[in-house]
């Protein structure tokens, strides 16, 4: 069976896939401190409550986070036997090009995520990933990853907002019931999701009319679907979007 890592700036997702299926997921926090031998105990222990047998003999990685990936690649190596499949290492190879400014160095997880869209939907995508930073990535008629747009993260601006001001408190993102808002709270959660809406809308639009042919949007993360409720800025939703591209790349690099 096959490990799939996305390693992210807040949380590392760890998946299952055994040929067909993801089987399970679950989420860790993202520390560089954490061992192997921790990882070992953890994951296993997820395993046996859901009743996994531990027949994991590949694992391939993504992270943006380069710190972590040591403590992982000992996982592997100690663990399971197996070298893992590291994106972004030149050893990796991606069955999509890479269209940038030379040296510039694209994340992993917008790469897995370009993979991803095409093989699920094919060219002319706008990939936008709410993680901890909004990632708009723009995906060629050939699958070709051609660049993108960062935004902060929907909490990431809540909680700057929170600390930035002292009379402000911490709230959670909702969707508010009116955009005027009588308390603030609700002004804060107006102007944060009305304000993404917009941001999200107006990229996407830029990035078609730069793009001079039709595009699909879609959405990623954990706040997509609160996005999608209450207008209509996506033409779909995937919520295993890199899972899915780390099984791709990881297939690609078995038959090449």
């Not at 380069?66 to 690649?73: C, T």
């Not at 993360?221 to 591209?245: C, I, N, R, Y």
Request: net charge negative.
């Amino acid at each position: 069976m096959l490990l799939a890592i996305d390693c992210g700036n807040t949380n590392t997702v760890f998946s299952i896939w055994d040929g067909i299926k993801f089987i399970s997921n679950w989420r860790i926090a993202t520390s560089h401190k954490r061992t192997a031998d921790q990882y070992y105990v953890w994951l296993t222990t997820l395993m046996e409550l859901d009743g996994i047998k531990n027949e994991i003999d590949e694992m391939v990685i993504s992270s943006t986070v380069p710190r972590v990936v040591f403590n992982l690649r000992v996982l592997s190596d100690k663990y399971f036997g197996t070298r893992p499949l590291v994106v972004g290492r030149a050893d990796c190879r991606l069955p999509i090009s890479v269209r940038v400014d030379n040296g510039t160095a694209v994340g992993p997880d917008r790469l897995v995520n370009t993979v991803s869209g095409f093989d699920l939907f094919g060219g002319d995508l706008i990939i936008v990933d709410f993680g901890t930073a909004t990632t708009f990535d723009v995906v060629d008629a050939d699958g070709a990853y051609i660049g993108g747009s960062i935004a902060p993260g929907v909490n990431l601006s809540l909680e700057a907002l929170h600390q930035a001001a002292a009379a402000l408190p911490h709230v959670d993102i909702t969707i508010p019931q009116f955009a005027i808002g009588t308390n603030t709270v609700a002004c804060m959660q107006s102007g944060i999701f009305w304000g993404y809406v917009g941001l999200v809308r107006e990229i996407c639009n830029r990035i078609k009319a730069e793009h001079l042919r039709p595009m699909k949007i879609i959405s990623t993360g954990g706040l997509a679907p609160l996005f999608q409720q209450s207008v209509k800025l996506f033409d779909a939703f995937e919520d295993e979007l890199t899972m899915h591209g780390l099984t791709v790349i990881h297939k690609f690099n078995k038959e090449t």
